[in-house]
């Protein structure tokens, strides 16, 4: 069963910055909650655009794992695509959207994923949708902090 899990948060920071602030591989790491003990596995620094394959291992329920994923669509700065090509789903499709708003910008997130072992591992389900929540929670404060903390030292 497919299931989709969608975030925003608005920030009062112009879309172009943020698109910059996700562009760069080495933010993801930043934006990720410690206990998934995550790591860009590919060389760093390197340049995203569509096709990139980025390498990277992390923690999952305490689980070691690697993850591959394409960048399957690249539209700076409104919006771009990251599939995952190996690792814990049976689909993860993360499309990250960003649109201008008066005072600032939107971050949208929408996840399409699919548990593996389905039906069998649907059952993870509720497990897996209150992490989800929690590492999107932890993304969002942190992606703030990162972009107000240098918007107010550069601005």
């Known amino acids: 069963m497919e299931h989709v899990l969608e975030a925003a948060s608005e920030l009062p920071v112009p879309v172009d910055v ?3 602030f ?3 591989a080495e933010n993801l790491q930043r934006i990720t909650p410690p206990e998934l003990d995550f790591t860009i596995v590919t060389p760093l620094p390197f ?3 569509l096709g990139t394959l980025i390498d990277y291992r992390l923690h999952l ?3 070691p794992l690697s993850w591959t994923s394409r960048i399957s669509e690249w539209q700076p700065p ?3 695509t990251d599939e995952q090509l190996r690792g814990p789903y049976a689909l993860w499709v ?3 959207t960003f649109e201008p708003t008066p005072s600032g910008s939107v971050i ?3 996840v399409r994923y ?3 072992w389905s039906p069998l591992g649907d059952l993870a389900y509720p497990l897996v949708r209150r992490q989800l929540a929690r590492i999107f929670d932890y993304r969002q404060r942190a992606v703030a902090d990162a972009l107000l903390g240098s918007s107010r030292s550069t601005g």
């Open 61 to 63: 329920f305490g689980i």
């Open 108 to 110: 949208r997130d929408r």
């Open 18 to 20: 943020v698109f910059d």
């Open 114 to 116: 699919r548990l593996p």
């Open 78 to 80: 409104r919006c771009f």
């Open 47 to 49: 340049e995203i655009e």
């Open 22 to 24: 996700f562009s760069k």
């Open 94 to 96: 993360h499309t990250h």
